[in-house]
């Protein structure tokens, strides 16, 4: 028999024994694998740190130099995948056409090949940043463009997103590194929604490709990943630094919710907003764009760090609320924030996905060898009879 407790959001059940993020909700603290946030997203690459989530210890540079001509190697998308991608409608959302892409790709594979993760991995990472630019290429309407082995994992991705003609294009060196750094703090969270779903998949043995997509389908929520499109949505909105205030009253009276703002762990600050926000500088420096938007978006976050509503509730900016004025910045366009939040989690997803299936086959009782199937308290009718249709006239 078992004790169960009424747990919806599952604020008090641990599903998990995992060595690869931690996080100090309370302290502002995060780390991967032991090493501070603060000091990869200053030192590293997306795909050391994906090797390091991944496979446990930073690479030596043999390793990532293999590691990185792999998921450079397997970057290509099969032709069937390609078509299938452009049969999409013009203003289909990107993120819809990735989840779909992702499940699709499963059945380039032969059946027999899908169980292990391991010789996934490197297809996965290589090849979910080429649907992820074709399908930002289909939404402008223009040509796939091929991965350049020779490129870096980001610069790769920003080549196949912008290259127009047969020139060398190269995007530019600044942008390159935003966009690690982003990556970075993006690619692992511990248990969020959409790795314990994730984890949920893999529990039911489904392949990697399909387990990914069920993953960046939690993902696209407005509540977890959807945020960053719905920070800026929302300040589209806002428009006027004038309409701040009667916004703010609305919020307070909840009607409605600041978007970028409140974290279930963080109650104090989140340390990849504190590193966001020096790149927000950075990159609006860069990019010397001027929006009214910008303004805005400082003005109000000034204003609700002061306002007792959110400073009692302990609501501070969250990664969202900064990513989303950077993707903003760089020119992407509202609907593509999902899928730059989605690519770099798949490192944790995989990273999560590869310890509970080593867990498993080290057949330690105590780990994840339970397929997830929480329990339900039944609040539906007593016994009833079937009435036929007949009888009911
Ligand atoms: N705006 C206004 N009020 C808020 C907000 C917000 N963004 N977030 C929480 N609250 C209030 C909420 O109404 C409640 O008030 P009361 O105690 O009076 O009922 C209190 O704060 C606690 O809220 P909660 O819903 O119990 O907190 P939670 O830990 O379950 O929610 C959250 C976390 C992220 C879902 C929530 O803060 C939220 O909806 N934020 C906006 C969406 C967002 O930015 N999401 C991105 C999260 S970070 C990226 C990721 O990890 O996916």
Same mark, same amino acid.
């Given at each position: 028999?078992? @004790?169960?407790?009424?747990?919806?959001?599952?604020?008090? @059940?641990?599903?998990?024994?995992?060595?690869?993020?931690?996080? %100090? =909700?309370?302290?502002?603290?995060?780390?991967?694998?032991?090493?501070?946030?603060?000091?990869?997203?200053?030192?590293?690459?997306?795909?050391?740190?994906?090797?390091?989530?991944?496979?446990?210890?930073?690479?030596?540079?043999?390793?990532?130099?293999?590691?990185?001509?792999?998921?450079?190697?397997?970057?290509?998308?099969? @032709?069937?995948?390609? %078509?299938?991608?452009?049969?999409?409608?013009?203003?289909?959302?990107?993120?819809?056409?990735?989840?779909?892409?992702?499940?699709?790709?499963?059945?380039?594979?032969?059946?027999?090949?899908?169980?292990?993760?391991?010789?996934?991995?490197?297809?996965?990472?290589?090849?979910?940043?080429?649907?992820?630019?074709?399908?930002?290429?289909?939404?402008?309407?223009?040509?796939?463009?091929?991965?350049?082995?020779?490129?870096?994992?980001?610069?790769?991705?920003?080549?196949?997103?912008?290259?127009?003609?047969?020139?060398?294009?190269?995007?530019?060196?600044?942008?390159?590194?935003?966009? %690690?750094?982003?990556?970075?703090?993006?690619?692992?969270?511990?248990?969020?929604?959409?790795?314990?779903?994730?984890?949920?998949?893999?529990?039911?043995?489904?392949?990697?490709?399909?387990?990914?997509?069920?993953?960046?389908?939690?993902?696209?929520?407005?509540?977890?990943?959807?945020?960053?499109?719905?920070?800026?949505?929302?300040?589209?909105?806002?428009?006027?630094?004038?309409?701040?205030?009667?916004?703010?009253?609305?919020?307070?009276?909840?009607?409605?919710?600041?978007?970028?703002?409140?974290?279930?762990?963080?109650?104090?600050?989140?340390?990849?907003?504190?590193?966001?926000?020096?790149?927000?500088?950075?990159?609006?420096?860069?990019?010397?764009?001027?929006?009214?938007?910008?303004?805005?978006?400082?003005?109000?976050?000034?204003?609700?760090?002061? %306002?007792?509503?959110?400073?009692?509730?302990?609501?501070?900016?969250?990664?969202?609320?900064?990513?989303?004025?950077?993707?903003?910045?760089?020119?992407?366009?509202?609907?593509?924030?999902?899928?730059?939040?989605?690519?770099?989690?798949?490192?944790?997803?995989?990273?999560?996905?590869?310890?509970?299936?080593?867990?498993?086959?080290?057949?330690?009782?105590?780990?994840? @060898?339970?397929?997830?199937?929480?329990?339900?308290?039944?609040?539906?009718?007593?016994?009833?009879?079937?009435?036929?249709?007949?009888? =009911?006239?």
């Amino acid at each position: 028999t078992h @004790t169960v407790c009424y747990d919806s959001g599952y604020l008090n @059940t641990v599903m998990a024994r995992s060595s690869i993020t931690y996080i %100090d =909700g309370e302290q502002g603290i995060m780390r991967y694998r032991g090493i501070p946030i603060e000091q990869l997203a200053e030192q590293s690459s997306f795909l050391e740190v994906a090797f390091l989530l991944i496979f446990g210890d930073l690479p030596s540079k043999g390793q990532l130099d293999q590691f990185s001509k792999l998921v450079a190697d397997h970057s290509f998308l099969h @032709t069937d995948i390609c %078509d299938y991608m452009r049969s999409f409608r013009y203003d289909a959302h990107p993120m819809g056409i990735f989840i779909s892409s992702m499940a699709a790709l499963a059945t380039t594979i032969p059946a027999g090949d899908l169980q292990q993760l391991d010789k996934h991995i490197y297809r996965i990472l290589g090849q979910a940043s080429t649907i992820a630019a074709n399908a930002y290429r289909h939404r402008i309407g223009r040509a796939f463009n091929e991965p350049r082995m020779d490129l870096g994992y980001t610069e790769n991705f920003l080549y196949m997103l912008d290259r127009l003609s047969e020139r060398d294009y190269r995007p530019h060196p600044a942008i390159v590194r935003a966009l %690690d750094i982003l990556w970075i703090v993006h690619a692992d969270h511990e248990l969020n929604c959409s790795t314990a779903c994730m984890r949920h998949l893999t529990s039911a043995r489904v392949d990697p490709y399909t387990a990914i997509s069920g993953a960046a389908s939690a993902l696209f929520g407005p509540s977890h990943g959807g945020a960053a499109e719905a920070v800026v949505r929302q300040l589209e909105r806002i428009q006027t630094i004038e309409n701040i205030e009667p916004f703010l009253e609305r919020v307070k009276a909840k009607e409605e919710r600041l978007f970028g703002f409140g974290h279930r762990v963080y109650k104090s600050f989140d340390p990849r907003a504190r590193i966001l926000k020096e790149q927000v500088e950075k990159i609006l420096e860069l990019v010397k764009v001027e929006e009214p938007l910008f303004l805005v978006a400082k003005e109000l976050e000034q204003r609700a760090l002061q %306002d007792e509503y959110f400073r009692a509730r302990r609501l501070y900016p969250n990664v969202d609320f900064y990513s989303g004025v950077i993707y903003r910045a760089l020119g992407f366009p509202t609907d593509f924030y999902p899928l730059l939040f989605a690519i770099p989690r798949i490192a944790g997803w995989l990273a999560h996905s590869r310890e509970a299936q080593l867990a498993e086959a080290q057949l330690d009782v105590r780990e994840h @060898t339970h397929v997830v199937r929480p329990a339900q308290v039944y609040t539906g009718s007593a016994p009833r009879p079937f009435v036929s249709l007949e009888a =009911g006239d």
